[in-house]
Each structure stands twice: as C-alpha cells, then as structure tokens.
C-alpha cells in the first residue's frame, strides 16, 4: 500500500490543524493505522492509532485529550485533528500501515510509511 501525508503547516500555539493520510493500492480496511512523528534531533515516537473497523484507537500520552485519529475507509484516508497544539508538537508527522487488526503503537508492528508531512507550532 502507499501512503501520502498531507496538512501538515505552521500553527500558532494554541491553534489545530488536520493531517490527511490518503492510501492507495491495497484494500484500505485490512490494515490498522497509525500516526508518528518526530522531532529535529530526537527519535520517532508514537503518536496515535487505529483499528481496521476503526471503533479502537490509541493514543501517546503526550497527545491525549487533545489529538484524534479517525479513518474513512470508503474515502481510503485516514486523518488526525490535532487541537490545542504546542511547540513541542513541531515535528515531522508520518503516518504508516499494519497488517495487524487492533492498534499498536510499536513502530516495528508497521510495514508501510508515507513521506511525512510537517508541522511547525510556533510560541
């Protein structure tokens, strides 16, 4: 499957933005999804992901209350409304593909990535 990030931008602290994830290739609905990212000079961390059915998500703690991941599977996207955003939610942001059935927020559970799309929270 492919995967294409999209959305990401410059945000002022306290302002949203909705990252898109549009997959192509495969059947959308056999694979889990999820959400990464990662900062200059730091490693890439979980952030958020969901289901094949999409009624179960999981979440960083860092982002709980204030990011959610969603799936349109007739639409082949997944999304992630981020609100409430902070500077140290500047980032890369790349969204990836599991053959599991249930969310996981280990890296090594994904077998497809996209190319990552930016965001930037400035104070």
């Known amino acids: 499957v492919q995967l294409q990030a999209s959305g990401g931008g410059l945000v002022q602290a306290g302002g949203s933005l909705r990252l898109s994830c549009a997959a192509s290739?495969?059947?959308?609905?056999?694979?889990?999804l999820g959400w990464f990212r990662q900062a200059p000079g730091k490693e890439r961390e979980f952030v958020a992901a969901?289901?094949?059915?999409?009624?179960?998500?999981a979440y960083a703690d860092s982002v709980k209350g204030r990011f959610t991941i969603s799936r349109d599977n007739a639409k082949n996207t997944v999304y992630l409304q981020m609100n409430s955003l902070k500077p140290e939610d500047t980032a890369v942001y790349y969204c990836?593909?599991?053959?599991?059935?249930?969310?996981?927020?280990?890296?090594?559970?994904?077998?497809?990535w996209g190319q990552g799309t930016l965001v930037t929270v400035s104070s």
């Open positions: 969901i289901n094949r059915g999409g009624g179960g998500t």
């Open positions: 990836a593909a599991s053959w599991a059935v249930q969310a996981t927020g280990a890296m090594s559970g994904y077998h497809y």
């Open positions: 290739g495969r059947t959308f609905s056999n694979y889990a």
